[in-house]
């Protein structure tokens, strides 16, 4: 509610019939920002330091240091705060790195992928990669074709969950994989009426970015997830 003074919010309160017993006044902080990692392939780099001359948060930076070494990353803040940055970045590095990845970015609520799908187009198109949705509303005939001809695809946990229990395969080739599971809190509740546990989701991501047909994998996958 940038913007909204205290009294505002107050009478919004009282027209909507709350009771209003107290206040307290949060002072604001200065944002932290820090140089756009060097480590990140170099087009990605340009894109971020295009877009953003100033530099990023310092988490958002932090963060991207952590993901172009190699490392999985759980990030929490607070909403608004720049988390979706991060990971889409992290698998637009990764892609230019490896175009033969796979990137499996899991959200819980198809709402949810609809509000980021545009950003990941945004994002990817500029560097020559695609993504699509496979969620419900897509019929099971089309999602194998989804997978295969593009680099990032958006799911939920309930489609993952199917893909998994029929043991579908993916490709032809040897493939390296990242999984992003975005607003974990709320994956978390919907694996409950899954009667799966978090890191079972986490095995079937993974799961479905490697090559099913050559066998376990012996390099690891990563995974990130962002909650806030």
């Given at each position: ?8 919010l ?8 709350f009771?209003?017993?107290?206040g307290t006044a949060?002072e604001g ?22 877009r953003?001359p100033?530099g ?20 929490a ?9 991060v990971?889409?970045s ?13 990137v499996?970015?899991i ?13 990941w ?10 993504s ?12 194998i074709?989804?997978l ?20 579908t ?24 009426k899954?009667?799966?546990n ?10 479905i970015?490697k ?7 012996t ?5 990130m997830?962002s909650?806030?």
């Open positions: 509610m940038a913007g909204l003074s205290g009294g505002a107050y009478r919004i309160l009282e027209d909507a019939n009771t209003v017993l107290g949060v902080a200065e944002a932290r920002l820090a140089p756009v990692p060097p480590g990140l392939a170099p087009a990605v780099r340009d894109v971020l330091t295009q953003w100033n990023l948060y310092a988490h958002q930076a932090e963060a991207l240091i952590e993901t172009s070494s190699g490392h999985d990353i759980c990030l803040t607070s909403t608004a705060s720049g988390k979706s940055l990971f889409m992290a698998a637009a590095d990764a892609l230019q790195r490896d175009p033969k990845r796979k499996l970015a959200y819980p609520a198809r709402a949810l992928i609809q509000d980021q799908a545009a950003k187009k945004e994002m990817l198109g500029t560097l020559g990669f695609s699509s949705i496979i969620d419900g509303g897509v019929q099971v005939d089309q999602r074709g989804r295969k001809d593009n680099h990032v695809i958006l799911m939920t946990p309930d489609v993952l969950s199917r893909f998994h229990a029929q043991q395969p993916l490709g032809t080739g040897p493939l390296q994989g990242m999984c992003i599971f975005d607003s974990t809190h709320g994956s978390l509740r919907l694996t409950e899954l009667a799966v978090f890191p079972e989701i986490v095995e079937m991501a993974l799961q970015v090559e099913q047909e050559h066998g376990p994998r390099d690891p996958l990563s995974w997830a909650s806030g």
